[in-house]
């Protein structure tokens, strides 16, 4: 279905310092994904565009953020070109304030992606609408 990284999921409280063993969550959500990809090549796009919303969603707190994101991790193979627009969502999200184990995997979600889809890495990255701060990346 999705591959396997060893990520950990957040506490249920939001505490991202207190790793959960299971995988439980991040793999719902990877699952869904998938299911919802699926569905959109297929000519339903229901599913899709409902997750697309979420990200696109100017209230999502950090800790949904950090699930989603471990779960498109989970996915970038599963990411192509055609399915841009969550793509465009995921780089609208405002990370870069947010508690640095999102900043972290967020990084982490577009190397992935760059690296299993390098198609973005032309088309999404050069003419992209995205700021990002370049210090972000060399806070670490």
Known sequence: MCEDSG???TSSNGDFSQPRSSLRGPLILAKLVVD???KKQQG???DYHAIVQQLSSS???P????R?????KLCVSRITKEFDML???TLRLVWYNKEPEVVEL????LTNLISAQTYYLKSRFTGSHTVVPFSVFFSH
Do not use: R, S, T
């Open 68 to 72: 989603w994101l471990q779960a498109l």
């Open 7 to 9: 990520l950990e999921g």
């Open 87 to 89: 793509v465009g969502a």
């Open 106 to 109: 967020y990084i982490d979600y």
């Open 44 to 46: 339903d796009g229901e």
């Open 59 to 61: 209230g999502l707190k």
């Open 63 to 66: 800790v949904v953020m950090h």
């Open 36 to 38: 919802a990809l699926e």
